[in-house]
């Protein structure tokens, strides 16, 4: 079956700390990735995604996620975390053949503190 | 340039109360989507509609209507809504058709007694 997993619920961490955010996918197809943010009260931004090439993908506001096909992860990292990334991040997965749709995992509350 | 705007914000509802969710774009996109979230669940799709005229179903599209009658506006419609309809509703645009959505709205949070 084709699924998403964010393990993490909640990952708390110290400003200008790293992170690393985690995402795992099952799928006997290709796959394309992505992850959006979702700030408070607001709707997602999409953030970076994969859709062939490079495994490594830097996206918006300093935040990269690589493409590992052999752990089937698509793991989203930042060196150095602020207090404005404080947010929810999804990753999403579009399964080749599955048209336009968008499978999103449960999402990862990070919170950054002082 | 406000992108992708949703009306109303809030809004609470009696079971069997019908109601109309609006969604207007002003990017000129083609794509439009309507998601619900549910905490726990992630985003799933209701709706989605590639150009003026035409819509397709989604993961859960039991329960909702839609209606694409012009490129900029795209509308969820809850004939007889239910407590399982409680939810934060996001429409969402894209440039081309198909694909990931790329420009979401703030949401619509709404809670059926």
């Known amino acids: 079956a084709q699924s998403v997993t964010q393990l993490d619920s909640q990952v708390p961490v110290f400003e200008e700390a790293p992170v690393e955010l985690r995402c795992n996918y099952s799928s006997s197809v290709s796959v394309y990735l992505f992850w959006y943010v979702q700030y408070p009260n607001q709707g997602l931004q999409l953030l970076l995604k994969?859709?062939?090439?490079?495994?490594l993908v830097k996206g918006i506001n300093g935040f990269e996620a690589e493409f590992n096909k052999s752990q089937t992860s698509f793991h989203l990292r930042k060196p150095s975390v602020h207090i404005s990334d404080t947010a929810e991040y999804f990753c999403a997965v579009r399964f080749e053949g599955g048209g336009n749709k968008l499978t999103f995992g449960t999402g990862t509350q990070l919170k950054v503190e002082l | 340039n406000a992108g992708v705007t949703q009306t109303p914000k809030f809004q609470v509802l009696k079971t069997g109360q019908s109601m109309t969710l609006q969604c207007a774009q002003d990017m000129n996109h083609n794509s439009m989507y309507w998601y619900r979230q549910d905490p726990g669940m992630g985003l799933r799709l209701i709706y989605y509609s590639a150009s003026e005229g035409t819509t397709d179903k989604g993961e859960v599209p039991n329960g909702y209507n839609v209606s694409r009658l012009n490129k900029r506006e795209f509308s969820l419609r809850l004939e007889s809504a239910a407590p399982s309809q409680t939810s934060v509703y996001f429409c969402a645009s894209r440039l081309g058709q198909g694909g990931q959505p790329q420009h979401f709205g703030d949401g619509t949070r709404l809670s059926i007694l």
């Open positions: 994969y859709l062939s090439g490079s495994t």
